[in-house]
Structures are given as structure tokens and as C-alpha cells.
Nanobody
Framework: VQLQACGGGLVQAGGSLRLSCAVSGGTYSAGVVGWFRQVPGKEREFVVAIRRTDGYTYYADSVKGRCTISRDNAKNTVYLQMNSLQPEDTAVYYC??????????????????WGQGTLVTVSS
């Protein structure tokens, strides 16, 4: 399974971005797709995940109400719409996938497949 994340960029505080994660090569193994983010010097942090079969989602408290994850199975793509961005949202955002479909298992180690990351920078 390969994942390709894109859509990052520079945005002012209060702005929005939509990230995309294209899944290819054995998509049947990507039962759950999640987004994580990492700031240099800190651990990678769970953001949100979606189960591709039924769209069930699980959000980190830090992004609830500001972010929305969705999927287009016909395009094998998962989206992360981020609104009301703040400087503390600045990070490299990674999409990841795993076969296990328990969405609430948020540990990094639960995910087998990882994309390359896309940088989101929010200026104040």
C-alpha cells in the first residue's frame, strides 16, 4: 500500500486548508486511514482517522469542531479539511493506513503504511 499526501502550504491564522491522501496498491489493506502530525522535537500526534467502509470517524480532542475527515472510495482518496487554523497547528502532516478497522486505536504503532508527509505552516 502506498500513500501520497499533498495539500500543505502556508496559511494565515484563521484560514483553511484541505489535505489529500491518495491510497494505491492493495487498497483492501487500508481499512482505516488516519492523519497524524509532527512538530520537530516532538512525538507524532494522532489527529483523526476514518474507516473506509462506512466512513466512521474518530477525532483527537485538539481538532474536534475544526477539522473534518472524509473519503472518496471511488478515487481511493481521503481528505482532511482544516478550518480556523492556528499557529499551533503548524506541523508536518502524515497520512497512514492499516488493515485493522478499529478506528479508535490511535497509536502510531497500529499503522503499518505511511505517506511522506506534507508541511502545514500557519502564520500568526
Amino acid at each position: 500500500v502506498q500513500l501520497q499526501a499533498c495539500g500543505g502550504g502556508l496559511v494565515q491564522a484563521g484560514g483553511s486548508l484541505r489535505l489529500s491522501c491518495a491510497v494505491s496498491g492493495g487498497t483492501y489493506s487500508a481499512g482505516v486511514v488516519g492523519w497524524f502530525r509532527q512538530v520537530p522535537g516532538k512525538e507524532r500526534e494522532f489527529v483523526v482517522a476514518i474507516r473506509r467502509t462506512d466512513g466512521y470517524t474518530y477525532y483527537a480532542d485538539s481538532v474536534k469542531g475544526r477539522c473534518t475527515i472524509s473519503r472518496d472510495n471511488a478515487k481511493n482518496t481521503v481528505y482532511l479539511q482544516m478550518n480556523s487554523l492556528q499557529p499551533e497547528d503548524t506541523a508536518v502532516y502524515y497520512c497512514a493506513a492499516r488493515t485493522n478497522t478499529i478506528v479508535s486505536n490511535i497509536a502510531n504503532s497500529e499503522y503499518k503504511y505511511w505517506g511522506q508527509g506534507t508541511l502545514v505552516t500557519v502564520s500568526s
